[in-house]
């Protein structure tokens, strides 16, 4: 393990020795269970039970004390009340030991409010450890195991069903029932998953932290991860980077959506991101597939372990039955997984094999292969080699396990596979554990289900395309802006945004009914007119917006009107006149994340935004590159690139403006809360803000 900013957790995750702090005899006990599984599976260190009321557990030499130990330990497993939990900490800093494993309960996790004495309790465990420079995982946690060396500091009853299959997938859960849970499922389908490691309360050590490590350990090739929350966004995104730079495949379950900013109801943009669209965001960033269900999860990791990230994958079926071929296909198509056609001639010449066989893909070969099993392999070749697909499953369903033919099959797949071992190859069949296994063996997949092996194959495409993927564009050179105490009226927003390369749409302040003829005769009619107050920072809502204004008399009887629409005690600054122009409305805006930090979002207006949540989100900041990536990304982008005759929009100039805000969001800190670009007009000429709120955080 070369030294990095997760290698402080290899004394935990990988010692050479370990005291255990409330070690019991009995081996079913939390403090007894760890000493039992280590002894039963030959951990390769020294184990030293700690408990004042025993000579000799399990047939180990106790000690006493802490100071009684022979030698300082890598790392301590805690199984002691709260208090006693406390003044361990203390004493095992003092001793020089680099990590903590705390079984015990009873701290933040019952204290709901964060203000009672258990939350102090953690609290001064924490400043305790870092003060010695030590690492602690938990507390509540259910612990760790290593197989690769016999290491289980863990009081989970899931090994007593069966130790792990040797693998290489890494499972990181801040849940230790979920991660106890897919172990279980795992160690049932026959799949390694050798090491798991849970965090519990992360008053420490995150999930972050654990994938980071797992990322540069050379057991580990693939992680599965579980996460209800994240709470130190720079460790989890070193962490999710560590994994890209070393190809090795992120799956992550996370759950609990909700909604963020509560108290941010004056952000157009808060209502359209919440923080699991946020934290989808950053998955997607960093090439990690999300894992829906259990089986997903399993399905994905499992066939992660061939180590085979097609970059622009595609798929080929081969099948005995139709029918599957339409499942397929439709499943395929929900995840725009192509589905290209053979190549003419190729279809030619399986017809010429069998005349009515359906060859362009799917390619149904039909039961007239049982009759020459020689048919499967020049069907699957010629897929192969003919139609390049990446990534190729075969359906053989109940034909494929039996044994009157499964040999068959075998031998013929296995001699494609040994002339193109570069691919992926699925097998869906219903076959006894004994012939699936031997597939297995022959280097394929095995699933019974179609649907779930489609989904499977397509994220190996999502992981080679984030392996591939060039580094980020620079993001482009912001000025930094002071920002104002206080959230700032449209026109003085503008002008703050104007410094960081925003372009707006031509406008003046006016105080008087003479300066807005004034400005609207410098524009040109039409004009738009809109009341300008900072404490009405959603003008139409009180029907603060009038567009249209053609004449001289227009603009006296709007600027009356406006004025006389201002609710009573806001703070009047005059009226807004700008040039009215049109193109395609879009919207611009920035949210605070409570983990990530300033967010970028990107949408259509009107129903696109309100009725259709056709919106993107992105971390800030980015460069140019990333903005028009997903100003293309959007399921509306056709409008801004030409739909039905309509001329592009300026689509350089639109991403130049997302890519600014991003940096100028990013600079300014947490004191800024929000902004609403909220039209901005996209032209074939450029890009032009006609609206801007920006929120600035209260002093509290």
């Known amino acids: 393990m070369t030294a990095s900013r997760f290698a402080s957790l290899t004394p935990m995750l990988a010692p050479r020795s370990v005291a255990i ?52 330990p890598d790392v301590a497993v805690v199984a002691v009340s709260p208090m006693q939990a406390v003044t361990a900490i203390d004493e095992l800093g003092a001793m020089g030991v680099k990590a903590v494993i705390m079984f015990t309960a009873g701290f933040a996790e019952i204290d709901p ?63 230790g029932a979920y991660g106890s849970h897919l172990f279980s499922v795992t160690r049932n389908r026959g799949i390694g998953t050798p090491m798991m490691v849970t965090t519990g309360n992360e008053a420490d050590v995150t999930i972050g932290d654990v994938i980071g490590w797992m990322a540069e350990d050379p057991e580990t090739d693939v992680i599965a991860a579980y996460a209800e929350g ?57 090439g990690v597939v999300r894992a829906r269900t259990t089986d ?37 198509e929900t995840l725009n997984f192509p589905l290209p056609p053979m190549p003419e001639a190729s279809q030619a010449m399986l017809k010429s094999l069998v005349p009515f066989c359906a060859p362009r893909n799917p390619v149904d070969c039909t039961a007239q292969v049982f009759n020459d099993l020689t048919l499967i392999g020049r069907f699957t070749e010629s897929m192969v080699a003919d139609g390049g697909y990446t990534s190729v499953l075969a359906f053989f369903t109940q034909a494929g396990g039996a044994p009157s033919m499964a040999t068959g099959i075998r031998r013929e797949l296995a001699a494609v596979r040994a002339r193109h071992p570069d691919r992926l190859y699925m ?57 104002p105490k206080e959230t700032p009226n449209e026109a003085e927003a503008k002008r703050i945004l104007s410094e960081a390369g925003i372009v707006t749409v031509p406008e003046a302040a006016c105080a008087t009914v003479e300066q807005a003829l004034e400005a609207a005769a410098s524009f040109g009619f039409p004009v738009v007119m809109k009341i300008l107050s900072p ?31 201002a609710p009573a005690g806001a703070r009047i600054e005059g009226v807004l006149v700008a040039k009215q122009i049109s193109g395609v409305e879009c919207i611009l805006g920035i949210a605070r994340d409570p983990v990530f930090g300033p967010v970028a979002a990107f949408g259509l207006g009107g129903i696109f935004v309100e009725i259709l949540k056709d919106v993107v989100v992105r971390r800030c900041p980015f460069g140019v590159v990333e903005a028009e990536q997903m100003i293309r990304s959007i399921k509306g982008a056709p409008l801004l690139l030409g739909a039905r005759g309509r ?50 955080a209260d002093a509290g």
């Open 535 to 565: 404490d009405i920072l959603h003008k139409s809502e009180i029907g603060g917006v009038l567009i249209g204004i053609s004449t001289e008399t227009a603009v006296r009887e709007g600027f009356v009107t406006l004025l006389s629409r």
């Open 427 to 483: 097998m869906s069949v219903v076959a006894d554990p004994d012939v699936a296994q031997e597939y297995e063996r022959d280097g394929f997949v095995v699933m019974e289900d179609p649907s779930r092996a489609v989904i499977a194959l397509h994220a190996m495409g999502r992981f080679g395309e984030a392996f591939a993927a060039p580094p980020s564009s620079t993001p482009p050179d912001v000025p930094h802006i002071a920002l």
């Open 230 to 286: 994240i709470r130190h966004a720079d460790s989890f995104l070193a962490a999710l980077a560590a994994a890209r730079s070393t190809r090795k495949p992120v799956i992550m379950m996370k759950v609990g959506a909700s909604a963020i900013g509560r108290g941010a109801a004056r952000s157009h943009t808060a209502s359209l991101t919440g923080d699991d669209a946020v934290t989808d965001a950053v998955l997607k960033e960093f």
């Open 296 to 332: 997903e999860m399993v399905d994905i990791a499992t066939t992660a372990t061939r180590r085979i990230y097609p970059v622009g994958n595609t798929l080929g079926l081969i099948t005995l039955s139709g029918g599957a071929g339409v499942l397929v296909s439709d499943v395929a």
């Open 113 to 175: 409010d964060g203000t009672g004495p258990e939350t102090a309790m953690q609290d001064r465990m924490v400043a305790s450890a870092k003060a010695h420079g030590m690492r602690l995982l938990g507390p509540n946690c259910l612990g760790v195991f290593n197989d690769h060396i016999g290491f289980y500091a863990t009081f989970s009853a899931s090994t007593e069903a069966g130790w792990p299959p040797r693998g290489r997938i890494g499972i990181a859960s801040q849940s």
């Open 21 to 72: 702090l409330g070690a019991s005899s009995d081996p079913t006990r939390i403090g007894g269970r760890p000493i039992a599984t280590m002894l039963a599976r030959g951990f390769q260190g020294r184990i030293f039970p700690v408990n004042p009321n025993r000579a000799e557990i399990q047939g180990l030499p106790a000690y006493a004390t802490l100071a009684d130990l022979p030698e300082r």
């Open 647 to 696: 001329p592009p929009v300026d689509i350089a100039a639109l991403a130049t403006m997302l890519a600014r805000l991003s940096v100028f969001a990013h600079q300014s800190g947490p004191a800024l809360q929000s902004i609403d670009l909220n039209p901005v007009f996209a032209t074939p000429e450029g890009a032009f803000a006609a609206d801007a709120v920006l929120e600035i």
